[in-house]
């Protein structure tokens, strides 16, 4: 019998408690164990961003963490950034005006690396984006919709002075 | 792939990590950053039976620039400092410029939120920009076990591809950058396929000048060109105690390329045209870090 540890862990400010393996990947305890299948899983190896999420407000892999490891944090998903369903996020809106999304595959992990990135730089420019965004593949856009997307984001964010 | 099962431990304190370490040794293994660890460990390259995380030790995890017995102004960084929050510390970017142009460099953002100094080290990959700089910088590595700490000169440290002294009951706990001479300048550069990606091939210098603008010592260290850093000390010898110039440099830099290395080919490079990278690329540094230091190369 493999070992089991307890962990309680806030997603989308709702708290969960469990018992998992050590050797679950945060990912997969995400999608398989608490069905948020919004974080996707690429490659598994810390290459392509798909599964970045946000762990204690920082854009991280979740390929690349153990469940057992974020005991304690606080996780923020793609599905915690329109938790009613109702309104997208700023961000996502950019994204859907500005076609930074084909398939969508790649999307939760771009909107998970650049909602932190926003809040530290307000105002990024194109070098500043790119730079960031070499952590994340898309495989469909062409990445400049996306680039668009950003500075669309930021753009509004400085007229409303409002955090997305 | 899924990493195979493994016991996991997860120290509060130093004291208990070195004790779990002393009595597992090699069945033991550090899970740091896991930016390197935990893909291996997806793929199964990498099975280790015991996994020792040392996330919880905040005491590895500093910057600190002040004096203290051991430190005569140089820099100390903790072994579990993120890169990220070394991308971000003034006090690097004051007292070790090279090491503040590097980080960027490493890998991506949210991989360096998450990966630390140590780790980065200790895994010793030859593409690496963190083991180069600190063999450019002269910096040393604190190793520590139960039986008790030694210094190790970054020089020593790296033995091999993904090799270093470490013993297996030791752990990297903290590194100290000896603090800049006057007059001294630095450079830092890489070329890759993409940026974040490992460097095809990159290359660290560091100088310094006398007061008559004479280099006094120079310090080129390679990437990836390669099984660890290579320090090119014949071509630091072409520049040292003579004026830099164009020549000069130009010199300097055919040596780096052409007898000190011993370049891999593979898919993103021919071994010749890495030759040709670290001698441009050299070339290059050297100027820009005799400029900083104040001399102008003509
Ligand atoms: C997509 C991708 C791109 C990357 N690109 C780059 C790049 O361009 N440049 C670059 O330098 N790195 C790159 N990396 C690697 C990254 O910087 C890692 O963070 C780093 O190599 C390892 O640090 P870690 O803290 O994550 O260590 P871990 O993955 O936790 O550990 C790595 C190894 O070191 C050992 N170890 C860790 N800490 C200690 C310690 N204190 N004492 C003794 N042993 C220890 C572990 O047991 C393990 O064997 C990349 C990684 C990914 C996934
Ligand atoms: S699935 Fe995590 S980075 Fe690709
Ligand atoms: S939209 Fe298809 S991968 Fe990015």
Known sequence: ?164 | MKPAPFEYRRPEILDQALEILAEYGDEAKILAGGQSLVPAMNFRLAQPSLLVDINRLDELAYIDAGDNESNDGGLHIGAMTRQRAVECSSVVAESAPLIHQAMPYVAHVQIRNRGTVGGSLAHADPAAELPAILVALDARMRAQSKAGQRWLAASDFFTGLFATALRPEEMLVGIEVPRLADRSGHAFIEFARRHGDYAVVGVAVQVTVDSSGRCHSARVVLMSVGDRPIDAQAAAAVVSGQKPSVEVIREAAAIAGSDEIDPHSDVHASSDYRRHLARVLTSRALEQAFTRAGVRVE
Do not use: W
Not at chain 1, 74 to 88: F, I, K, R
């Open chain 1, 1 to 164: 019998m493999s070992q089991l540890v307890d962990i309680t862990i806030t997603i989308n400010g709702k708290t969960h408690s469990d018992s998992v393996e050590p050797r679950l990947l945060l990912s997969d305890y995400l999608r398989h164990g608490l069905g948020l299948t919004g974080t996707h899983v690429g490659c598994e190896h810390g290459v392509c961003g798909a599964c970045t999420v946000m762990v204690d407000g920082e854009a991280i892999r979740s390929c690349l963490l153990f469940a057992v490891q974020v005991d304690g944090c606080a996780l923020t998903t793609v599905e915690g950034l329109a938790p009613t369903g109702d309104e997208l996020h700023p961000l996502q809106a950019a994204f859907h005006e500005t076609h930074g999304l084909q398939c969508g595959f790649c999307t939760p992990g771009f909107l998970m690396t650049l909602v932190p990135f926003l809040d530290h730089n307000p105002d990024p420019d194109d070098d500043e984006i790119r730079a960031l965004l070499s952590g994340n593949l898309c495989r469909c856009t062409g990445y400049l919709k996306i680039i668009e997307a950003v500075k669309l984001a930021a753009t509004r964010r400085r007229e409303q002075r409002v955090k997305p």
